[in-house]
């Protein structure tokens, strides 16, 4: 399994970005997926996870009520609808596919990784 995300780059705070995370290598229908974010000097925490089949979402208190997660298992692609974003927001973030149900919520749970993507929110 590989996955491929995209979509990142330099935004102004109160802008919008979608992110994209495409799987490849084997049928994603199975895998949970989650957005990572790593910033500067931090750890990397959860933003989001969507399972599988059944539409179980989890966002970060962080980004509840601005960022959406949805898939489209016919494509193999997760995305991450990231509005209001503010500095705060400012990180690379990871997409994961995780074989665990519901949707994890924690970086142990995920077994494949995709590269990281940058998102710069600044004025």
């Known amino acids: 399994v590989q996955l491929q995300a995209s979509g990142g780059g330099l935004v102004q705070p109160g802008g919008s970005l979608r992110l994209s995370c495409v799987g490849t290598g084997y049928n994603l229908d199975n895998y949970a997926f989650g957005w990572f974010r790593q910033a500067p000097g931090k750890e990397r925490e959860i933003v989001s996870s969507?399972?599988?089949?059944?539409?179980?979402?989890y966002y970060s208190d962080s980004v509840q009520g601005r960022f959406t997660i949805s898939r489209d298992n016919t494509r193999n692609m997760v995305y991450l609808q990231m509005n209001s974003l503010s500095p705060e927001d400012t990180a690379v973030y990871y997409c994961?596919?995780?074989?665990?149900?519901?949707?994890?919520?924690?970086?142990?749970?995920?077994?494949?990784w995709g590269q990281g993507t940058l998102v710069t929110v600044s004025s």
């Open positions: 994961a596919a995780s074989l665990w149900t519901g949707a994890p919520r924690s970086a142990e749970e995920y077994h494949y």
């Open positions: 969507i399972s599988s089949h059944d539409g179980i979402t």
